[in-house]
């Protein structure tokens, strides 16, 4: 059974350039959310989507915008990157309920120069 | 504004000794998650905690969350080098029809032989 997996691992992008990020679910899981990892830090949720719409969001600008697809595959998009972009990004995937628990994948690491 | 604090940031250890980590919050979770982050990987949970007083064991990790559903303590017995990593709590908030994870700056522990 896969769990999330995550592509690619590693992606070096300049200022200014637009940016994807891929993540696959865990099977049988149907909700996605996006976090950002800065060095010395704990993730900080960006967004979760769920039934292909986007449900939550955190305090994160416009730049960054996200789909997710008939088959709870998700994309993650930044435009515009900034120095401060560089980070750890990291999907969770999770059933949609109270009290659920979100299994991660192994992140993109982004480095912006 | 961190909504979960983590404490120690930091701790080193030598193999043998006890240790106990915390996380508070002035908020009140539906539920708790307790994640351990190796280097360039995703966290991995460990344990979520839902009901206010709860004790969970998972070998010789031992896991409280508080009465009142807004800390955690995380205590390892007889630490080994292998416990090494990053411990991360997270709350989960439920808004906007879904829950979100709200994370800790996490605690670095290092074991040492």
């Known amino acids: 059974d896969a769990g999330v997996t995550q592509s690619p691992t590693h992606l070096i992008k300049t200022r200014g350039q637009q940016v994807t990020l891929r993540c696959s679910p865990k099977s049988g899981h149907d909700t996605v959310s996006w976090y950002q990892q800065a060095l010395g830090q704990g993730p900080q949720f960006i967004f979760q989507y769920y039934e292909e719409e986007e449900r939550q969001r955190g305090n994160f600008p416009d730049r960054f915008s996200g789909h997710q697809f008939p088959n709870y595959s998700s994309e993650l998009n930044v435009n515009a990157l900034w120095l401060g972009d560089s980070a750890l990004y990291l999907c969770?995937?999770?059933?949609?309920?109270?009290?659920?628990?979100?299994?991660f994948g192994q992140g993109t690491r982004l480095t912006v120069v | 504004t961190q909504l979960l604090e983590q404490s120690p940031q930091f701790l080193s250890i030598q193999e043998g000794e006890n240790l106990t980590v915390y996380c508070n919050s002035s908020s009140v979770f539906s539920s708790l998650q307790w994640y351990r982050q190796e280097p360039g990987e995703g966290p991995v949970l460990l344990v979520t905690v839902v009901t206010g007083g709860e004790v969970k064991k998972l070998k010789r990790l031992t896991f409280q969350f508080g009465d009142a559903r807004k800390d955690s303590s995380l205590h390892i017995t007889a630490a080994q080098p292998g416990d090494t990593g990053l411990y991360l709590c997270a709350g989960a908030r439920f808004g906007g029809g879904s829950e979100k994870l709200v994370f800790g700056k996490g605690t670095k522990l290092t074991v040492n032989p």
């Open positions: 969770a995937s999770s059933l949609v309920a109270r009290d659920t628990e979100a299994f």
